[in-house]
């Protein structure tokens, strides 16, 4: 089974930046951030497919994050820049290592912490 370690969650104060780091212990097609903040529901943060080329956020964090993949390492990141208070969340790592038949072939990080305070 593939295995995902997010890091780089931590405290930052409102219009700062951090990076969050998935590594995967194998190749994957396509990886996903989610984030759920507290008392929220689980939500999508920002993606890349299996290429690298094609990448897609939420409204909520458009033009703030980044993603970005590198295969040779199978590592991904989110670059959050600009971060407020509502982005405080734990950050979860969600991997698509195959599709067949409609069956996804999916795996989760165990999420990093990430609090925007002053």
């Known amino acids: 089974q593939v295995q995902l370690v997010e890091s780089g969650g931590g405290l930052v104060e409102p219009g700062g930046s951090l990076r969050l780091s998935c590594a995967a212990s194998?190749?994957?097609?396509?990886v996903a951030w989610f984030r759920r903040a507290p008392g929220k529901e689980r939500e999508f943060v920002g993606g890349?497919?299996?290429?690298?080329?094609?990448?897609y956020y939420a409204d909520s964090v458009k033009g703030r994050f980044t993603v970005s993949r590198d295969d040779a390492k199978n590592t991904v990141t989110l670059q959050m820049n600009s971060l407020k208070p509502e982005d405080t969340a734990v950050y979860y790592c969600?991997?698509?290592?195959?599709?067949?038949?409609?069956?996804?072939?999916?795996?989760w990080g165990q999420g990093t912490q990430v609090t925007v305070s002053s």
């Open positions: 194998g190749r994957v097609y396509a």
């Open positions: 969600n991997a698509i290592t195959a599709v067949v038949a409609g069956v996804r072939y999916e795996y």
């Open positions: 890349v497919d299996w290429s690298g080329d094609l990448t």
